[in-house]
Each structure stands twice: as C-alpha cells, then as structure tokens.
C-alpha cells in the first residue's frame, strides 16, 4: 500500500473539515517556528502528534495541504532547493504584523488548543469578542460583490439613529470590537459639491443594516493598512497632523511597552535602571491620549509639550471628580 493512502483513514476530501484545518495550521505553526525545515523533518514531527495515528505525512499530502493552505490564508509554502529542499513561509511578513492571516492563524490556533483541553475548560478564561453576527456577515459580503450598505446608525451622544448610505471599504477590529471604514461619495450635480469623504462606524452601533444594489468601485489607490497607519485606532479625519511623539515609561510599564507595541513605529531610543523613552510617530489622536491616560503614572508625554499639557489636564480632571465628592 502507497504512503498516500495510509496516511489517514479517511481521504482528505471527506475528512471533517475540522480535522483538516487542524492539519493546515499545524503545518503552518510547524514550519514557521523551525523556519526552515524539509519534508522528512516534518514528517519527524507528525509522527509524535495525535494526528498522526502513528502514520507518515506522505508528499501527496503535504502538497494538497500547501495548495490548500496558499487559497484559504494567502499563506505561501516554498521550497529552497539549494538549501536541501528545505520549506519556508515564502511571505513570512504577513504572519508578524496586524493581518487577516495572521489573526486566522492564530486564533485558529488557540481554538485547536482549547478543544483538546476540554478537561481545562473551568481554568481557562477568555475575553469576549463581539462578532456582530449578521451584520459583520452582510457587510464582508457587501464588499466581496462591491455594493454599498444601507445603515441606521445610533451614536452613543444621539437621542435617534440617523440614515446613512456609503460604500464599504474596510473592516477593523480594536480593542474588542468590530468596525466599518465607510467612504462617502457623490458626484457634483449643479446645485451640491462632490462629496468624498470617510468615516468609522462601530458595529454595536448599528441598528440596522442592509445591502443595496447600488455598485461602487474601491479607489485604486486605497490601502486599508496605509490608511490606518498613522493612526493609534480607529479616531481619524478630526484634522491631528502625525508628529513624533516622545514617551517615557517607568517601571514594569517599559517591559510591557517593549513587549507589545503601541503602535508601528514605535522604537526604543533611551533607557536606564529606573525607565525607558520610547518614540512613536502618529496622529496623537483624542483615543491616543485616552491610552497614554490609562497608564496613570507609569507612562509620562516628554514632547510634543502640548499634548503633555492635554494629558496633565486629562488626570486633573480626574482628579476633580474625586476632590468633588
């Protein structure tokens, strides 16, 4: 019997699709975390997996599972002969930054690791993501066939929902919750200007939401990372200009901003026993400040001086509230 058919008991094409996904991120993480590795060293590490049933990763397979890999994540599989046939992630860079890959992969990942630990389920706590259900689902639908949405929007400060018609564009997810990049456009006609413009619409927000048949065209020069990349979240177009800002974190603060960065371009320029300054380069935007003050006394603004002045002014009134009581 030929390595391909032992190597599960049930072919590929009728396997549950839940086994085969397990199957695709493992060869995925596999290969990223050896980040290089050949076919034979794979198959080491199949082995010792309880996927395995104790069978071979046979090449028929593997390839099945990089094809298949490549057209549902955009992940690309690729082998460097020169190097002993070995296989790499041939677009590494999408699986270390804010992307669509790298947000399956990984919680395709930790989903693979929470249905084997069923048993660990009472110790295992979990933040919750509001996935909007069917209006997250409308809208990526929307923007698949390129059709505008037709939404009652209902801002927090609103005694009503207001009607909006707009084209959608992009999809951001920040801090828990689901986004809609929205961009607006109208023709001149001889009594309105042309209208174009963007603006940022929170799903939970929402109260209703509708396709239309109106088709519209993504600019050919939008970006969706690009547009978002000066920014800290999802507060734009209020007019901030990007500038450098400087930041100086104390204490255990400076190990958690090394660890996870606050923004792109963040970079470490200074540090001693007691703190480290960080520089970022962004729109220090209202949700920006709102994140600095979060920190309390553990982060401090060195420059620009009118937003350490905003941020001071921002604990004062905080500290207001307390002294009113």
Not at 70 to 79: A, L, N, S
Not at 145 to 159: G, L, T
Not at 197 to 217: A, H, M, P, V
Not at 284 to 305: E, H
């Amino acid at each position: 019997m030929s390595q391909d058919l032992i190597l599960t008991k049930e072919p590929t094409h009728i396997m549950k699709t839940y086994d085969v996904f397990k199957e695709y991120i493992w060869l995925v993480n596999t290969i990223r975390k050896a980040r290089k590795i050949s076919l034979a060293e794979i198959n080491e590490k199949w082995r010792e997996t309880d996927m395995s049933g104790g069978v071979d990763f046979a090449r028929a397979t593997f390839n099945r599972h990089k094809d298949a890999i490549q057209d549902i994540f955009g992940i690309y599989i690729e082998c460097d002969r020169k190097a002993g046939h070995k296989y790499y992630i041939g677009n590494s860079r999408v699986l270390e930054e804010d992307s669509v890959q790298n947000w399956m992969i990984s919680t395709l990942s930790v989903n693979n690791m929470l249905s084997e630990s069923m048993s660990l389920r009472e110790r295992i706590l979990l933040e919750s993501v509001p996935s909007e259900g069917e209006y997250l689902q409308t809208i990526i639908e929307a923007m698949q066939k390129n059709v505008r949405v037709a939404i009652d929007y209902q801002r927090y400060s609103a005694a009503a929902p207001r009607h909006l018609t707009m084209e959608p564009y992009c999809l951001k997810l920040f801090r828990q919750r689901w986004y809609m990049l929205g961009h607006f456009h109208r023709d001149a006609t001889s009594d309105k200007p042309e209208a174009n413009y963007f603006g940022i619409f929170s799903l939970d927000r929402i109260k209703n939401l509708e396709q239309t048949d109106i088709k519209f065209k993504v600019k050919k020069d939008f970006d969706a990372k690009d547009y978002f990349s000066e920014y800290f979240g999802v507060t734009t177009g209020d007019g901030t200009e990007c500038e450098r800002i400087v930041l100086r974190a104390y204490g255990d603060q400076r190990f958690y901003m090394r660890d996870l960065a606050w923004h792109h371009s963040q970079t470490e320029i200074a540090s001693t026993d007691d703190y480290s300054d960080f520089e970022l380069t962004l729109r220090p935007t209202s949700d920006f400040s709102t994140k600095i003050v979060s920190a309390g006394n553990r982060v401090k603004v060195l420059s620009p001086k009118w937003l350490a002045d905003e941020v001071r002014e921002m604990h004062l009134d905080a500290i207001k509230m307390y002294d009113e009581e």
